[in-house]
């Protein structure tokens, strides 16, 4: 949704793209590692954007995704000897795929509330699962395996280390929005948004609309996974807890902070987000969502369009 | 405007009204006014405001210019239900009585209210059930079971439960038998008789050349016309333009 | 299967007492939703508030029945608190808003349980012991009392309801809010009243099911999700139906924990729920709008 000058835009965007791959040669570890979580959870905060933002479905499912995605790539990992990158990719974005067309058939009939209600229920079956089939999951202890190596069978073959990760994530992260940005801009992505506007009018009209439904829950849903086998990749464990449904309220903040319907809106917002739970754990140690919380709560009364809403406005002032 | 003598002291003054549903501009500037215990009539087609007039008198859509004025203070922008305890009553197109509701719970929304004991309460239930017998007799029955015209009895009788000094009538006659147009402007005329004021919007027009003193009259979201009804009684053509009948 | 007859009564049992308590739970949820159409996420933080005002009054006094009357009107207080500060300005906006400030509530409050009362669960001790025999257990009769207690509050809020002159302005807020107001009742004065009650009733709820399980802050969780579950399952805004529902899936879930492990009873609600959003959107326990 981006009216800025394809110019100032494309300028805009080399500049925080040169950032971020510069980053992390002059950050510290830590720090490092903050920008590419920064860049993961701004993937799976993406991903729900096409929901929220484009299509008007506020999803609570997105961690079911992103569990899945990573259990996915845990399995691959943990099956296949030796670790193959490309394979963990692979068995991620089909289990969150798979785990999209699930849910996708059940909720996508419902409207609103209905649906949000549902995807929160189906994060949470899933979570239940996961949790208490031990044998398959590791139940409440999770999974933990080894980062595989960059590479392509036959032709090469580098471990990964900081920095590298670093770069395969942004890599990943920059590609997944440009196409999630083609998709948006595209007609099916207008169909999306005009069922957002008016859903009986966009029916009316002759779109199938639970198709075009479906299909944004699946893409949605495949995103969201990318960014779980990312995140596997990087922390190299795979736990229930990032199934629950709170994670998936979490995502919601990102959004809602960022801006909903920009695409970057929410990687604003889940860096903003970070940043904040980062500052206010020195103070409050692990009651940081006390403060993060009323900020938000402010921001939905207050600032319903999110970061990126609000300075566009004293921009065009 | 052609003349039609206006109040000295208005009970109820609209003022320049602009008045907007999502980006449609119904009202462009609507002026009116209704002296106490006076029955004014606004008549005009389908679509052209009528409703939406009424309904920013009693603060159920807030006009983006213009002022609504009672008893001389300025009314613009309160809450529907302030303007009820000060005297306002309504009674809107399709009635909207409350279906899950008896019909003596539905007056109750009316006659609850602080400062009034039970002696004056009985006193005006007895009143409007001899007003409207049926409604006695239905008295404990769910309003959604009444019949449309027995729904449109208790949709006044729920406003007079207030004890307004105006009422707010919105195509009363709607969808009813002429046995039940009669008894409506019966009810009309009692009203006035008490000294209740009324501003009916209808589409009726014998029935609002009878009831009425004054008359407006609307075209395109603006009052175009005003007279007496014993003027507008006397040169139908006038009529005939602005209603197209 | 060799399951007894005494585990099917026993299961019964624990079914309707969970499903009374839910049921209180519930009822609050649907009042809310069915007046203003609020998806309060915060619920069941204001069920588990109501359990820690409760320890903190049981032990500064040592009477369950003040920590429970205490409790409800404490939570009450703040249920109409953040009504008017939270959900007062978001009248008119897209629901949806409701669900995400409900939501970002619910965090602030469950850490700030956190803050203060740490992660270790506290105890309410029941207000008398006493058990009879049930077969081979020793059923506490505690347990039957909690679920007349929230039968009678229940009863006492459809009293209310059905009778009053509030009772009337709150159920034709419910049905028709415009009018309402134009009848001179005040809906927003109404809207914090009925937020106030659902929360005191919640409150109610998590001292009544204190002594069942641990308080803790975590405890609103599980709740608001079964709550919602049961409020889309009776009907949203059918207090008859969340009723129903609630002791209908409870009853499932405690037949089914004979089978599965009690976390994996849970499965059974959200079943009941997706079959019940398949066939019967509007409620399982409302009758199919003709």
């Given at each position: 949704?981006?009216?800025?000058?394809?110019?100032a835009?494309?300028?805009?965007?080399?500049?925080?793209?040169?950032?971020?791959?510069?980053?992390?040669?002059?950050?510290?570890?830590?720090?490092?590692?903050?920008?590419?979580?920064i860049l993961?959870?701004?993937l799976?905060?993406?991903?729900?954007?096409?929901?929220?933002?484009?299509?008007?479905?506020?999803?609570?499912g997105h961690?079911?995704?992103?569990?899945?995605g990573?259990?996915?790539a845990a399995?691959?990992?943990?099956?296949?000897r030796?670790?193959?990158?490309?394979?963990?990719?692979?068995?991620?974005?089909v289990?969150?795929?798979v785990?999209?067309?699930?849910?996708?058939?059940?909720?996508t009939?419902?409207?609103?509330?209905y649906f949000?209600?549902?995807?929160?229920?189906?994060?949470?079956?899933?979570?239940?699962?996961?949790?208490?089939?031990?044998?398959?999951?590791?139940?409440?202890n999770?999974?933990?395996?080894?980062?595989?190596?960059?590479?392509?069978p036959?032709?090469?073959?580098?471990?990964?280390?900081s920095?590298?990760?670093?770069w395969?994530?942004?890599a990943?992260?920059?590609v997944?929005?440009?196409?999630?940005?083609?998709?948006?801009?595209?007609p099916?992505?207008?169909?999306?948004?005009?069922?957002?506007?008016?859903?009986?009018?966009?029916?009316?009209?002759?779109?199938?609309v639970?198709?075009?439904?479906?299909?944004?829950?699946?893409?949605?849903?495949v995103f969201?996974?990318?960014?779980?086998?990312?995140y596997?990749?990087?922390?190299?464990f795979?736990?229930?807890d990032?199934?629950?449904?709170v994670?998936?309220?979490?995502?919601?903040?990102?959004n809602?902070m960022g801006g909903?319907?920009?695409?970057?809106?929410?990687i604003v917002?889940?860096?903003f987000f970070?940043?904040l739970?980062?500052?206010?754990?020195?103070?409050?140690?692990?009651?940081?969502?006390?403060?993060?919380?009323?900020?938000?709560?402010?921001?939905?009364?207050?600032m319903p369009?999110g970061?990126?809403?609000?300075?566009?406005?004293?921009?065009?002032? | 405007?052609?003349?039609?003598?206006?109040?000295?002291?208005?009970?109820v003054?609209?003022?320049?009204?602009?008045?907007?549903?999502?980006?449609?501009?119904?009202?462009?500037?609507?002026?009116?006014?209704?002296?106490?215990?006076?029955?004014?009539?606004?008549?005009?087609r389908?679509?052209?405001?009528?409703?939406?007039?009424?309904k920013t008198?009693?603060g159920?859509?807030?006009p983006?210019?213009?002022?609504v004025?009672?008893?001389?203070?300025?009314?613009?922008?309160?809450?529907?239900?302030?303007?009820?305890r000060?005297?306002?009553?309504?009674?809107?197109?399709d009635?909207?009585?409350?279906?899950?509701?008896?019909?003596?719970?539905?007056?109750?929304?009316?006659?609850?209210?602080?400062?009034?004991?039970?002696?004056?309460k009985q006193?005006?239930?007895?009143?409007?059930?001899?007003?409207?017998?049926v409604?006695?007799?239905?008295?404990?029955?769910?309003?959604?079971t009444?019949?449309?015209?027995?729904?449109?009895?208790?949709?006044?009788?729920?406003?007079m439960?207030l004890?307004?000094?105006?009422?707010?009538?919105?195509e009363?006659?709607?969808?009813?038998?002429?046995?039940m147009?009669?008894?409506i402007r019966?009810?009309i005329?009692?009203?006035?008789?008490?000294?209740?004021a009324?501003l009916?919007?209808?589409?009726?027009?014998?029935?609002?050349?009878?009831?009425?003193?004054r008359?407006?009259?609307m075209?395109?979201?603006?009052?175009?016309?005003?007279a007496?009804?014993a003027?507008?009684?006397?040169?139908?053509?006038?009529?005939?333009?602005?209603m197209?009948? | 299967?060799p399951i007894?007859l005494?585990?099917?009564?026993?299961?019964?049992?624990?079914g309707?007492?969970?499903?009374?308590?839910?049921?209180?739970?519930a009822?609050?949820l649907t009042?809310?939703?069915?007046?203003?159409?609020?998806?309060?996420?915060?619920?069941?933080?204001?069920?588990?508030?109501?359990?820690?005002?409760?320890?903190t009054?049981?032990v500064?006094?040592?009477?369950f029945?003040?920590?429970?009357l205490?409790a409800?009107?404490?939570i009450?207080?703040l249920g109409a608190?953040?009504?008017?500060?939270?959900?007062?300005p978001?009248?008119?906006?897209?629901p949806?808003?409701?669900?995400?400030a409900t939501f970002?509530?619910?965090?602030?409050?469950?850490?700030?349980?956190?803050?203060?009362?740490?992660?270790?669960?506290?105890?309410?001790?029941?207000?008398?012991?006493?058990?009879f025999?049930?077969?081979y257990?020793d059923?506490?009769?505690y347990?039957?009392?909690?679920?007349?207690?929230s039968?009678?509050?229940?009863?006492?809020?459809?009293?209310?309801?059905?009778?009053?002159?509030?009772?009337?302005?709150i159920?034709?807020?419910?049905?028709?809010?415009?009018?309402a107001?134009?009848?001179?009742?005040?809906?927003?004065?109404?809207?914090?009243?009925?937020f106030?009650?659902?929360?005191g009733?919640?409150?109610?709820?998590?001292?009544?099911?204190?002594?069942?399980v641990?308080?803790?802050?975590?405890?609103?969780?599980?709740?608001?999700?079964k709550?919602?579950?049961v409020v889309?399952?009776?009907?949203?805004?059918?207090?008859g139906?969340?009723?129903?529902a609630?002791?209908f899936?409870s009853?499932?879930?405690a037949y089914?924990?004979?089978?599965v492990?009690?976390?994996?009873?849970?499965?059974v609600?959200?079943?009941?729920?997706i079959?019940?959003?398949l066939?019967?959107p509007?409620?399982?326990?409302?009758?199919?709008p003709?």
């Amino acid at each position: 949704m981006s009216r800025r000058a394809p110019v100032a835009f494309w300028t805009g965007f080399g500049v925080v793209l040169a950032l971020l791959i510069v980053a992390p040669l002059v950050l510290p570890e830590f720090w490092r590692r903050f920008v590419t979580e920064i860049l993961i959870w701004g993937l799976l905060a993406m991903s729900s954007d096409i929901l929220i933002g484009y299509t008007g479905m506020i999803s609570f499912g997105h961690s079911a995704f992103f569990g899945l995605g990573m259990y996915g790539a845990a399995a691959a990992l943990l099956s296949v000897r030796p670790p193959n990158l490309w394979l963990a990719l692979l068995y991620g974005l089909v289990a969150a795929a798979v785990v999209a067309v699930f849910v996708a058939y059940f909720s996508t009939r419902l409207r609103d509330i209905y649906f949000s209600i549902t995807t929160l229920v189906f994060s949470q079956i899933f979570y239940v699962i996961i949790f208490t089939w031990t044998a398959v999951t590791g139940g409440e202890n999770g999974l933990t395996f080894s980062r595989p190596a960059l590479g392509i069978p036959g032709l090469f073959s580098v471990a990964f280390d900081s920095n590298t990760l670093h770069w395969f994530v942004l890599a990943v992260v920059t590609v997944s929005y440009l196409v999630l940005r083609r998709i948006t801009q595209s007609p099916f992505g207008m169909v999306l948004q005009s069922i957002r506007e008016n859903e009986p009018r966009t029916r009316a009209v002759g779109y199938a609309v639970e198709r075009y439904k479906i299909v944004a829950v699946m893409l949605s849903g495949v995103f969201a996974g990318l960014a779980g086998v990312l995140y596997a990749l990087q922390n190299r464990f795979a736990a229930p807890d990032f199934v629950f449904f709170v994670v998936s309220g979490e995502v919601v903040i990102f959004n809602v902070m960022g801006g909903i319907g920009t695409l970057v809106g929410p990687i604003v917002g889940a860096a903003f987000f970070l940043l904040l739970r980062e500052g206010f754990s020195r103070f409050f140690t692990e009651f940081y969502l006390i403060p993060v919380g009323i900020i938000f709560t402010a921001m939905v009364i207050f600032m319903p369009q999110g970061l990126l809403g609000f300075l566009r406005r004293r921009l065009n002032q | 405007m052609s003349g039609g003598a206006s109040p000295a002291t208005p009970l109820v003054t609209v003022e320049g009204i602009h008045t907007y549903y999502g980006k449609s501009h119904i009202l462009h500037g609507v002026s009116l006014e209704v002296g106490p215990g006076e029955v004014v009539g606004l008549l005009g087609r389908n679509g052209v405001g009528k409703s939406t007039t009424l309904k920013t008198v009693m603060g159920l859509v807030r006009p983006s210019q213009g002022e609504v004025r009672y008893e001389g203070g300025t009314i613009t922008g309160l809450a529907p239900h302030r303007l009820a305890r000060l005297g306002i009553g309504y009674v809107p197109e399709d009635r909207r009585i409350f279906r899950l509701l008896t019909v003596m719970e539905n007056l109750r929304t009316g006659l609850d209210r602080t400062g009034v004991d039970d002696q004056r309460k009985q006193a005006l239930l007895d009143k409007v059930y001899q007003y409207f017998p049926v409604l006695a007799d239905r008295r404990n029955q769910a309003g959604g079971t009444l019949s449309g015209g027995e729904q449109q009895m208790l949709a006044i009788a729920r406003a007079m439960m207030l004890e307004p000094k105006i009422i707010l009538l919105d195509e009363p006659t709607e969808g009813l038998m002429p046995r039940m147009v009669t008894q409506i402007r019966q009810i009309i005329e009692a009203l006035h008789r008490e000294g209740v004021a009324i501003l009916l919007v209808e589409q009726n027009v014998p029935l609002t050349l009878e009831a009425c003193q004054r008359i407006y009259l609307m075209e395109k979201g603006m009052v175009r016309h005003q007279a007496t009804a014993a003027a507008l009684r006397a040169d139908a053509a006038v009529i005939h333009q602005y209603m197209g009948v | 299967m060799p399951i007894l007859l005494d585990q099917i009564v026993i299961q019964t049992i624990n079914g309707i007492v969970t499903g009374m308590i839910l049921a209180l739970v519930a009822s609050g949820l649907t009042l809310i939703f069915g007046i203003m159409d609020v998806v309060n996420f915060a619920h069941g933080e204001l069920f588990m508030l109501g359990a820690y005002v409760g320890v903190t009054t049981i032990v500064a006094t040592g009477s369950f029945w003040l920590a429970l009357l205490v409790a409800t009107v404490v939570i009450g207080l703040l249920g109409a608190i953040i009504q008017v500060t939270t959900l007062r300005p978001l009248l008119g906006r897209d629901p949806l808003t409701t669900i995400l400030a409900t939501f970002g509530l619910s965090l602030v409050l469950q850490n700030y349980a956190l803050w203060q009362f740490g992660p270790v669960a506290r105890k309410i001790p029941e207000p008398f012991t006493g058990h009879f025999s049930l077969f081979y257990l020793d059923y506490p009769w505690y347990r039957l009392v909690i679920a007349g207690l929230s039968a009678a509050i229940i009863g006492a809020l459809w009293l209310f309801l059905k009778f009053g002159t509030y009772g009337i302005w709150i159920r034709a807020t419910t049905q028709d809010r415009v009018m309402a107001s134009a009848m001179g009742i005040p809906v927003p004065w109404v809207h914090t009243a009925v937020f106030a009650i659902g929360a005191g009733m919640a409150a109610a709820s998590g001292v009544l099911f204190g002594p069942l399980v641990g308080v803790n802050h975590a405890m609103g969780l599980d709740w608001v999700l079964k709550a919602f579950i049961v409020v889309v399952v009776g009907g949203m805004g059918n207090l008859g139906g969340s009723i129903a529902a609630a002791i209908f899936v409870s009853l499932l879930e405690a037949y089914a924990s004979l089978w599965v492990s009690p976390a994996q009873a849970v499965i059974v609600s959200f079943v009941v729920l997706i079959l019940t959003l398949l066939f019967r959107p509007t409620g399982l326990f409302v009758p199919t709008p003709k």
